[in-house]
């Protein structure tokens, strides 16, 4: 079977059929390789001929445009195994978010944001990565879906500029130390059991249907026993092993798993709301029997966790300008991981004499970082690194980076870093929040003709 190539071109299908693209969505990621692709050709049947359904502030959106875009959509709900709306409301759904995404890139052009060639051509070379091949591969299986390169590469101009947008509005968009504290009490006394992350064991001490009185008193004294030995501190794992009736038991230590508390059955939800993690419950009865159950994990799911992969890295940044364009900037510092690659130079004396970052007098030593905590294009550019490895120049608000990630390690985060986390997560959903309704404003705004539909 041909391998097939899994590009995101815009959003995941169900937010791209909103309005406003979420501040998630901007980067140009893609989905893991396997399964069915993320794009595919839009469909042979025959049709008739291209037309326009819409004008905005005077540029045109055709019938074809409308359908390309439907295809890609179609293919990826179809991935995501969601069912395609009704062709008509599909069709005014895609052709509303290509009126918002003309009237974004237009607002774009007129402030004078550009995205140059090697711009492109590092979003290109990040995809490949991403799909673990080379740009000639790349480019082999778009031809293979039938996806023009010179589409390819305009769709990923246009993501730049739409990202490169939205990081010009929103980049003063604050979080307090407030807004922090409001956030965390929210979550943390949230009531919704979806919101709420278990890792349980259990240990199960299994009643027959037929049991009588007295033998489902010895049971339970039984479950009682194992409670106490439980509270006493012996391992569970090693009791659930040797005790428990619960299937699979002997191989999992009647370990479930993590898992939202709506996915649990209420009754162990119940007997576990107010332990902390490493609490063993009461005897609590069901239909199976009699179980223990102790908490190994217990968090809000939209809250941080306690164990998270950080990254160690350095960069070395330039700032754009007047003085220094873009693509110079880019040319600098390709030239710069040239010579570091040949043993020519040196990171950390590069970066002392030329980034023009607080970290230069490190060397550009970043430290310790927990996910989140660098801008999107910075964080994927580190994520796609092994350690030791360079990437090429990296383009962000602040300018351009060459950046080297050090190392990698699991470590449990502290409470300030907890809440630094917070922070992040809180400013991502204010910028989606502003986001939303700055889009619909621009939207707004536009001159919109709408002409035929798109069939």
Not at 34 to 60: C, F, H, K, L, Q
Not at 69 to 94: D, K, S, T, Y
Not at 289 to 309: I, S, T, W
Not at 354 to 367: K, P, T
Request: glycine share 6%.
């Amino acid at each position: 079977m041909n391998q097939r190539l899994h590009v995101l071109w815009l959003a995941c299908a169900a937010q791209a059929l909103a309005l406003t693209l979420p501040a998630s969505a901007q980067g140009l990621r893609v989905p893991p390789s396997g399964g069915r692709p993320a794009v595919r050709a839009p469909d042979a049947a025959p049709r008739t001929a291209d037309y326009i359904v819409a004008v905005v502030n005077s540029e045109p959106i055709t019938n074809h445009e409308v359908r390309q875009r439907m295809a890609r959509f179609e293919a990826q709900l179809a991935q995501q195994g969601q069912a395609v709306p009704p062709r008509a409301e599909f069709a005014r759904q895609v052709l509303e978010r290509l009126i918002s995404e003309k009237a974004q890139l237009q607002l774009a052009a007129d402030n004078g944001i550009r995205v140059d060639e090697s711009a492109i051509d590092q979003a290109e070379q990040n995809i490949a990565r991403q799909n673990q091949i080379d740009v000639a591969e790349l480019r082999r299986r778009l031809q293979a879906d039938g996806i023009p390169l010179a589409s390819f590469r305009e769709e990923l101009r246009n993501q730049l500029l739409l990202t490169r947008l939205r990081e010009r509005e929103f980049a003063a968009t604050k979080v307090t130390d407030l807004e922090v504290d409001q956030y965390l009490r929210e979550r943390e006394n949230s009531n919704d059991p979806a919101s709420l992350e278990l890792n349980l064991a259990h240990i199960l001490v299994a009643v027959p249907e037929s049991a009588g009185e007295a033998q489902v008193a010895q049971l339970r004294a039984r479950a009682q026993r194992v409670q106490e030995r439980a509270r006493a501190g012996e391992d569970f794992i090693k009791l659930a092993r040797e005790l428990s009736d619960a299937p699979g038991a002997a191989q999992t230590g009647g370990v479930v798993g993590v898992r939202t508390a709506d996915r649990y059955p209420p009754l162990f939800v119940d007997a576990v709301q107010a332990l902390p993690e490493g609490g063993v419950s009461n005897v609590i009865r069901s239909g199976a029997g009699f179980h223990v159950v102790k908490v190994l994990e217990k968090r809000r799911a939209d809250l941080p966790g306690a164990q998270v992969v950080q990254s160690h890295a350095r960069h070395i940044l330039l700032r754009t300008g007047p003085q220094l364009g873009e693509a110079a900037a880019r040319q600098r510092l390709a030239d710069y991981k040239r010579r570091i690659q040949a043993g020519q130079a040196d990171f950390a004396q590069l970066a002392r004499e030329h980034s023009q970052d607080a970290s230069a007098s490190n060397g550009g030593d970043l430290g310790w970082a927990s996910p989140g905590l660098f801008v999107p294009e910075f964080e994927e550019a580190i994520d796609g690194l092994k350690p030791g490895e360079i990437a090429d120049p990296v383009v962000s608000r602040f300018g351009v980076h060459l950046i080297q990630l050090l190392e990698r390690r699991e470590a449990a985060l502290s409470a300030r870093e907890r809440r630094e986390l917070a922070r992040a997560m809180l400013r991502e959903k204010k910028l989606d929040e502003a986001y939303a309704k700055w889009a619909q404003d621009v939207r707004g705004r536009a001159y919109v003709e709408l002409r035929e539909p798109p069939t």
